[in-house]
């Protein structure tokens, strides 16, 4: 036991620690994942990805050391917690992109603040975060540009309201665009324009995201933190949808709705979100809110194909899974074939096709370690399995590979 206290004291003491004498970072190791030896060691790192918890630290350090889903976490009173080894990936931006390279992950080093999108960090918090971004800068030589919030590399494919895949999916972090802030964190520069939008990879999908986060009008410039929080009232409006409240929990069982009359549901038992009545309020659990598993959808239980994969159906990432087992790329299929697509065929959308798996080529030469993933699937003898529920000594010669692009 004394052995064992030794050693934790040890390890809250390690530190970040770079030339600049005055530039170390204390670490606290007590939600330390174990999900960090599974993980792989990044090839390159070319961003830094601030992050805002949407809730308490007493609830989101957990979550965040079973899940592995970042590398730091900085409490209400600026403690720095490792999570995973700032070396490996952790997976903290879910479906993502910038400048055309999709999974970010792969790429970057992720740090969640514990706090809202829409309120003001503590000032310690602040303190921390600036002296933490300074040694990883330092360490992986990135410029100021790229340290950038998760708002800026989140997407979402197409949904009910977006008929192309859009930025906009989270508004995670986003004051850490406002230059008041990244002042406050030493950042002299931010990203000037969205290289997806631009590129037309991506579109639009919250036009005020847009503006704060390279906007240079008053949202950008004259608003802090609290101006955030105005826009982003939880009823619904004319002009405010269940997506611009909840994001991709809109359908989740735990989002509640309570409408006008004070009758309530869940978003899970509502059937046509577009038709909700003003004044409807919207209740979003905190941890359904960030990089939430993504699923299939069916044709007929969600709607037509247009409905689902919107303009994308004939999208050469947007996949679909017959009822009979057999799948097809969108690419694949004439505007008729796609309309006469059967009941009960699964629709996965902004998902690359691997495999198949051999002896000589398993899972982890196919996605990595993301085999692993709840949103991974396998078609296993006409069954998408998905990847937190296989068994890898019996995945079957032949099986076919489902993952995020």
Known sequence: MVRRRVFAAWLAGFALVSPRAWAVVQFDNRYYSPRNRERPVRKATSLIILHTTEAPARSALQKLSDLGECHYCIDEGGRVYRIIDHRREAYHAGRSMWNGRANVDEFSVGIEMCGYHNKPLTAAQYRSLADLIGELKHIYKIPD???????????????????????????????????????????????????????????????????????????????????????????????RSAWDIARDAYNDKTTLYTFPDGTKKYGHQIANFKQLPAGTRVTVRADVRENRPETYQ???????????????????????????????????????????????????????????????????????????????FFLIEGVLVPGNKVDDAKIPVGTMVFFKS
């Open 145 to 239: 540009h790229n340290v950038i919030s998760h708002a800026h590399v989140a997407y979402g494919a197409p949904n009910k309201w977006h008929k192309r895949s859009h930025r906009g999916r989270k508004r995670c972090g986003m004051m850490f665009a406002l230059p008041s802030v990244r002042s406050r964190l030493n950042l002299k520069s931010r990203p000037a324009v969205d290289p997806d939008v631009k590129a037309r990879r991506l579109v639009v999908g919250d036009a005020y995201l847009a503006q704060v986060l390279y906007g240079k009008g008053p949202a950008a410039v004259t608003t802090g933190p609290a101006a955030i929080a105005k826009a982003d009232d939880n009823v619904i409006s004319k002009g």
């Open 298 to 376: 069916v044709i007929g239980v969600n709607g037509k194909a247009q409905d689902i994969a919107g303009d994308e159906v004939r999208h050469f990432s947007t996949i679909y899974v017959r009822p009979d087992g057999k799948y097809v790329r969108g690419s694949q299929l004439s505007p008729n074939e796609v309309l006469k697509l059967p009941y009960g065929t699964k629709v996965l959308v902004g998902y690359s096709v691997g495999g198949p798996i051999t002896p000589n080529r398993l899972a982890t030469a196919i996605c990595g370690n993301r085999w692993r993933s709840a949103d991974t």
